[in-house]
């Protein structure tokens, strides 16, 4: 009876220690209010598109090797369907027209190798390698849920990636 009776008293005293502190802080310094304020979004999770990772060749200068190919890895699972020659757009610019080559897509890697020599002149070229997430008309490149690229790396789906880099003869 004595321990019914000190369960009795212990669970009355935490009720009322916690209804104090509820209507202290609570109600008092209205927290509730401010606690509506977080906005929801922050909460929700949507879709995270797939970005690229890397590049080879990086952005320093390349030589001797005019037909180097280029690799490019994905942080996520691509759809190799989407990954043509509409998608994936590599000039030099000597020539205003796109080089065209093999392409070459895996789950996470896609790789380019140019038919033959990239476009250069005496002092070399720039080579310039866009991949489509926004879809125009002829398709982006998406990941294997679907969703676009996220090129411009802004954490939404769509935007071009669009990179540089430097090749000598």
Not at 9 to 23: L, N, Q
């Amino acid at each position: 009876m004595v321990g019914t009776v000190a369960g009795v008293a212990a669970g009355f005293v935490a009720g009322v220690t916690m209804k104090y502190t509820y209507d202290t802080y609570i109600t008092e310094q209205q927290v509730h209010k401010k606690l509506q304020f977080i906005p929801r979004r922050v909460f929700k999770r949507g879709p995270v598109p797939a970005t690229v990772m890397s590049v080879y060749p990086d952005q320093q200068t390349f030589s001797h090797n005019l037909k180097s190919p280029i690799w490019i890895e994905f942080d996520a699972p691509i759809d190799s369907s989407t990954v043509t020659k509409d998608t994936v757009i590599i000039k030099s610019s000597v020539s205003g027209k796109p080089v065209g080559g093999f392409l070459d897509a895996g789950t996470r890697m896609l790789m380019f190798r140019p038919y033959e020599d990239y476009p250069v002149e005496k002092g070399g070229a720039k080579i310039s390698i866009t991949l489509i997430g926004t879809d125009i008309g002829l398709g982006a490149i998406t990941d294997a849920k679907a969703v676009p690229l996220d090129g411009d790396k802004d954490g939404k789906a769509g935007g071009n990636f669009e990179y540089m880099f430097n090749i000598m003869k």
